[in-house]
């Protein structure tokens, strides 16, 4: 007879443990709002690579510029051969037998980086890129624009 009571005892000690369990309930529904709603986000590092490439183009001349208007062009419309051949032919004249400028080796870490993006990504690098440089952007799409008849 004196097991009844434990056990009496064992349901009523349990339901009052798992009322405080039942409150923090409504948060699960939350993140899965979050993420129905919006694309997921970008990894910490692809973030990090976007600020870095947007902090060395505020800082570059007018000819760097220009030079990174044709790499991403090149690169926005892959099937059109021929800036991409003419951005190697740049690189190449640069010569071989003095160590690369600070402009290129950012150059370099840019290509590898957007390599590495998704497409997701790199559109939303062109946006963040169109929030502090919408002049320079809308020349980009332009240029894009302009290869669309050229094989």
Wanted: a neutral charge.
């Amino acid at each position: 007879v004196m097991l009844r009571p434990v056990i009496n005892r064992m349901p009523l000690e349990s339901s009052s443990s798992s009322m405080p369990l039942s409150i923090p309930s409504p948060l699960p529904p939350v993140p899965d709002n979050i993420s129905n709603s919006s694309p997921p986000p970008m990894s910490y590092i692809t973030s990090q690579e976007m600020k870095c490439i947007l902090h060395w183009f505020a800082s570059w001349s007018g000819p760097q510029r220009e030079r990174f208007l044709q790499d991403l062009v090149a690169k926005a419309v892959p099937g059109k051969l021929q800036p991409l051949l003419q951005s190697l032919e740049q690189l190449s004249v640069s010569g071989a037998n003095r160590p690369p400028c600070i402009f290129e080796c950012q150059l370099r870490l840019w290509d590898q980086w957007f390599r590495g993006w998704a497409e997701q990504e790199r559109n939303e690098f062109v946006r963040q890129l169109e929030v502090s440089e919408p002049d320079f952007v809308a020349k980009f799409y332009q240029a894009v624009a302009a290869t669309a008849g050229k094989e």
